[in-house]
């Protein structure tokens, strides 16, 4: 792994980051915009922190780009967002490629037009070898789905179901839709709420959790290196203690 740029050691880098890029809407709202240009903006912030994420020598990175939720918005940001997401395929998946990211969608993804679907596919398959960065974009996605569709694929092998905790946890984990990425360590959710909104629910269990108010648009590299400082900061446990 890089040299942080920040001085951070890699043991106190989150190997994992997921975020929740809210806040697009309401900083459109302060400039009188549309809300679709939030969007737009939102995904510029997007780009950026992939970059700063490669920078910094993040390895895994998840964000949430549209719930399962979501689908309930009006007709006609939900088409502009697909417009946006089919156009952020179509124009940056060079430059991730170059850069060694290897891309996935996560969530239930057979809800989306057939060419949207046949865009991922082509982008994941893509940049599969790439190492980089490993980046999860989560799509029609909810951490409630996400454990059922385990549960579900776990009781379709037929198997009987191990006794033993940890060996019933590894075959479960192994079926969620983020394997074989490891759990979150550092979850970021940008827009002032201060909730996880059905994300990833089960790899959340030991994350450290870290709010701000800047809207998604804003967040930018420094905000980023801010997050990851506190996060260096951060004595965590995992249900133990620590001698002083
Ligand atoms: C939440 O803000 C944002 C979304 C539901 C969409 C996220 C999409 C992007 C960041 C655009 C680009 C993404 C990719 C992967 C190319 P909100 O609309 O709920 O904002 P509000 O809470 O201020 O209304």
Not at 21 to 39: C, E, V
Not at 60 to 80: C, G, H, K
Not at 165 to 176: H, K, N, S, T
Not at 228 to 241: E, Y
Request: proline share 6%.
């Amino acid at each position: 792994m890089p040299d942080s740029p920040l001085g951070i050691p890699p043991d106190m880098r989150p190997a994992h980051v997921a975020v929740v890029m809210d806040g697009n809407g309401r900083w459109a709202k302060q400039r009188h915009l549309p809300r679709t240009i939030g969007h737009q903006r939102g995904r510029r912030a997007v780009r950026r922190l992939i970059e700063a994420a490669h920078q910094l020598g993040v390895p895994y990175l998840t964000i949430f780009a549209f719930s399962s939720e979501n689908w309930s918005r009006p007709a006609a940001e939900v088409d502009a967002l697909m417009r946006l997401f089919l156009k952020a395929l179509q124009r940056d998946i060079d430059e991730m490629h170059r850069n060694g990211v290897r891309l996935r969608f996560i969530g239930d993804c057979a809800r989306f037009s057939p060419a949207l679907q046949s865009l991922m596919q082509q982008a994941e398959a893509r940049t599969a070898e790439n190492r980089q960065l490993f980046l999860q974009v989560a799509v029609s996605y909810g951490g409630q789905w996400d454990i059922l569709q385990a549960v579900r694929s776990l009781m379709a092998s037929g198997d009987a179901l191990p006794a033993d905790d940890a060996a019933l946890r590894a075959r479960f984990e192994v079926q969620l839709a983020t394997a074989p990425c490891p759990p979150v360590d550092l979850f970021i959710r940008t827009g002032g709420e201060q909730r996880i909104s059905n994300f990833l629910l089960w790899q959340l269990a030991y994350a450290e959790l870290y709010f701000t108010d800047c809207l998604w648009p804003d967040f930018d590299r420094a905000a980023f290196e801010t997050a990851l400082a506190w996060f260096a900061h951060r004595q965590r446990r995992f249900g133990g203690v620590i001698d002083d």
